[in-house]
């Protein structure tokens, strides 16, 4: 299936279009919203060209949600975080995956690493309660991370063979 992630057009908007004022580290749900109505279009169009198709990134529940309304036959979705995790353990388990394409992490410190981790989890707190509030799945990779990959595969496997 393919797929887009949206940190490859967030951060092309934020080189080579700064006029859309995209700033990378600005947060996530303040990239979201950002990105929201470019994404929105891009989805329109894909879903009007009947093409099975993955975004993987920073959406908000409630854009997703309203997607879906719209599209309710069409849209599958799941949000995916880490809430509980201790910031120091998942600069460890980033670390662990250095030798991968994109490696980013490797520009900072564990110190701003960490930092940048904690940021990240109180985005998946959010995550989590607007999930919730929406109807939408939320998956949280704090622990045994690969079996919830595998759950993740499997909801959104079954979820498109059904047409849920």
Request: net charge negative; proline share 6%.
């Amino acid at each position: 299936m393919p797929y887009l992630s949206l940190d490859v057009l967030k951060m092309g908007l934020a080189r080579g279009a700064p006029e859309y004022e995209i700033d990378p580290d600005a947060g996530g749900l303040v990239v979201g919203e950002r990105l929201w109505p470019l994404v929105r279009e891009m989805s329109a169009s894909i879903l009007n060209d009947d093409v099975d198709y993955l975004f993987e990134g920073e959406l908000l529940p409630k854009h997703v949600a309203a997607l879906q309304q719209a599209y309710p036959t069409q849209i599958r979705a799941c949000f995916l975080g880490y809430t509980t995790i201790a910031p120091e353990q998942k600069v460890r388990d980033i670390r662990a995956y250095a030798h991968l394409p994109n490696n980013w992490p490797d520009e900072y410190s564990d110190a701003q690493l960490a930092s940048i981790i904690g940021r990240m989890i109180e985005f998946s707190r959010y995550l989590e309660a607007e999930c919730a509030a929406h109807g939408l799945p939320y998956f949280d990779t704090s622990s045994r991370f690969s079996e919830t990959l595998d759950r993740v595969f499997a909801y959104l496997a079954h979820s498109i063979s059904e047409g849920v």
